[in-house]
């Protein structure tokens, strides 16, 4: 089964993200290397790299390939950087990221789904992504600042405490909408602290769900 599933990682990179125009050789990398059939429910890990979601536990699911990989894309993620993953569900997106920056702090609302991802995330020895449990809108503000922050669910509006917790030309890239209507954003701090935003498409994304 490994080298089938090989086969289909190489498929998922060729068909689903470099015919899409991700074109960025970190992300492509670090995709080729996590074995993403480890993140899915053991009866679907032969869909593992079709370029569709798939479901979790608790009514969440875990991002098609092509949406992980063009939020990590635009969220420009080098090896020195500190990484916020707000939404672990599977842990997959936290365990890319991890082979492109130097950390990653991933915070997941649902601690039996933060659980799992952890024992999965253990196995395969990844070992500078730090596991929280918590209200992602609130961010991890302790462990900041942060050089990126991405988001696995939509919100209405970005957070301020998220853009609070940026470094200066830090990256926010999350869905923002509701169920009429979702758009992947890019938002981005210059050096002078001024907020610049980029459009990079429709999505559908399940609702962040926040107590606050």
Same mark, same amino acid.
Request: aromatic content about 4%.
């Given at each position: 089964?490994?080298?089938?599933?090989?086969?289909?990682?190489?498929?998922?990179?060729r068909e689903h993200l470099v015919a899409r125009d991700i074109t960025d050789e970190r992300v492509l990398s670090a995709m080729a290397e996590v074995p993403r059939e480890r993140f899915v429910p053991e009866r679907l890990a032969a869909s593992a790299y079709e370029d569709h979601p798939l479901p979790l536990s608790d009514g969440q699911t875990i991002s098609q390939p092509y949406i992980v990989a063009a939020t990590l894309q635009a969220a420009a993620i080098d090896e020195h950087d500190v990484v916020?993953?707000?939404?672990?569900?599977?842990?997959?997106?936290?365990?890319?990221?991890?082979?492109?920056?130097?950390?990653?702090?991933?915070?997941?609302?649902? =601690?039996? /789904?933060?659980?799992?991802?952890?024992?999965? *995330?253990?196995?395969?020895?990844?070992?500078? *992504?730090?596991l929280?449990?918590?209200?992602? =809108?609130?961010?991890?503000?302790?462990?900041?600042?942060?050089?990126? *922050?991405?988001? &696995?669910? &939509?919100?209405?509006?970005?957070?301020?405490?998220?853009?609070?917790? /940026?470094?200066?030309?830090?990256?926010?890239? =999350?869905?923002?909408?509701?169920?009429?209507?979702?758009?992947?954003?890019?938002?981005?701090?210059?050096a002078d602290g001024e907020i610049v935003e980029t459009d990079l498409g429709g999505v559908v994304f399940v609702p962040l769900i926040s107590e606050s």
């Amino acid at each position: 089964m490994g080298t089938n599933f090989e086969r289909e990682r190489e498929r998922m990179l060729r068909e689903h993200l470099v015919a899409r125009d991700i074109t960025d050789e970190r992300v492509l990398s670090a995709m080729a290397e996590v074995p993403r059939e480890r993140f899915v429910p053991e009866r679907l890990a032969a869909s593992a790299y079709e370029d569709h979601p798939l479901p979790l536990s608790d009514g969440q699911t875990i991002s098609q390939p092509y949406i992980v990989a063009a939020t990590l894309q635009a969220a420009a993620i080098d090896e020195h950087d500190v990484v916020l993953d707000i939404g672990t569900g599977s842990g997959y997106a936290a365990a890319v990221a991890s082979k492109m920056a130097a950390s990653v702090v991933s915070i997941e609302r649902i =601690a039996s /789904l933060s659980q799992q991802a952890a024992s999965v *995330i253990r196995e395969l020895g990844y070992d500078n *992504i730090e596991l929280l449990v918590g209200d992602g =809108a609130e961010g991890a503000r302790d462990r900041g600042p942060f050089d990126a *922050i991405v988001c &696995a669910a &939509a919100v209405e509006q970005i957070p301020s405490t998220w853009s609070e917790q /940026l470094t200066p030309g830090g990256r926010i890239v =999350a869905p923002v909408g509701g169920r009429a209507g979702q758009r992947l954003r890019s938002i981005r701090r210059d050096a002078d602290g001024e907020i610049v935003e980029t459009d990079l498409g429709g999505v559908v994304f399940v609702p962040l769900i926040s107590e606050s």
